[in-house]
T-cell receptor
Framework: ETGVTQTPRHLVMGMTNKKSLKCEQH?????MYWYKQSAKKPLELMFV???????ENNSVPSRFSPECPNSSHLFLHLHTLQPEDSALYLC?????????????FGPGTRLLVL | KNQVEQSPQSLIILEGKNCTLQ??????????LRWYKQDTGRGPVSLTI?????NTKSNGRYTATLDADTKQSSLHITASQLSDSASYIC?????????????FGTGTRLTVIP
């Protein structure tokens, strides 16, 4: 339940604001992920970090900027977002980066861009 | 076209009744298939995982089946409880490196009513 935490849980921001989402995992995992979840769409993988190095970047607009200072923390910096960026942003971690391992998800940050 | 299709999109059942959720996929080759449960306001939690050689896996009142020949999986919930109200997401892994080998369904929204 508390293996992966995310803050804030809810965020409302204007298109000119700059904000950051934070994720922390307490599971000793080596890989961390950012996903975007929009209504009636599959989860969209945004970024993957393995041992603090970015290994996947799925053509995400530059207004989303990830940061992984260590294997336990992951940030998503947001600036000049668009209303269509409103969604649930989920962080996940897994023991290693192999794609087939169970991912443990945080509760998500519900983002609304006005 | 999404490579993982789930049906129905939503389902309402009475407490105590059984239900079955469907997942059809076109991912090939295939490594494993997982069912996740996502409660409202929470991140997904893994329920079951099956490799291509397994055709059934149980987790309490949840039983997943897999037919790798027809590329279909189902999640059967027995004696439903109000706490089963959630979205159920089917995730298929392909046996290639990287996290982009994960294919997510859009989920089935289950509501259990008293």
């Amino acid at each position: 339940e508390t293996g992966v935490t995310q803050t804030p849980r809810h965020l409302v921001m204007g298109m000119t604001n700059k904000k950051s989402l934070k994720c922390e995992q307490h599971l000793g995992h080596n890989a961390m992920y950012w996903y975007k979840q929009s209504a009636k769409k599959p989860l969209e993988l945004m970024f993957v970090y393995s041992l603090e190095e970015r290994v996947e970047n799925n053509s995400v607009p530059s207004r989303f900027s990830p940061e992984c200072p260590n294997s336990s923390h992951l940030f998503l910096h947001l600036h000049t977002l668009q209303p269509e960026d409103s969604a649930l942003y989920l962080c996940a971690s897994s023991q290693d980066f192999s794609g087939g391992e169970t991912q443990y998800f945080g509760p998500g940050t519900r983002l609304l861009v006005l | 076209k999404n490579q993982v299709e789930q049906s129905p999109q939503s389902l309402i059942i009475l407490e105590g009744k059984n239900c079955t959720l469907q997942c059809n996929y076109t991912v090939s080759p295939f490594s494993n298939l997982r069912w996740y449960k996502q409660d409202t306001g929470r991140g997904p939690v893994s329920l079951t995982i099956m490799t291509f050689s397994e055709n059934t896996k149980s987790n309490g009142r949840y039983t997943a089946t897999l037919d790798a020949d027809t590329k279909q999986s189902s999640l059967h919930i027995t004696a439903s409880q109000l706490s089963d109200s959630a979205s159920y997401i089917c995730v298929v892994s392909a046996p290639v490196g990287g996290a982009n080998n994960l294919f997510f369904g859009t989920g089935t929204r289950l509501t259990v009513i008293p």
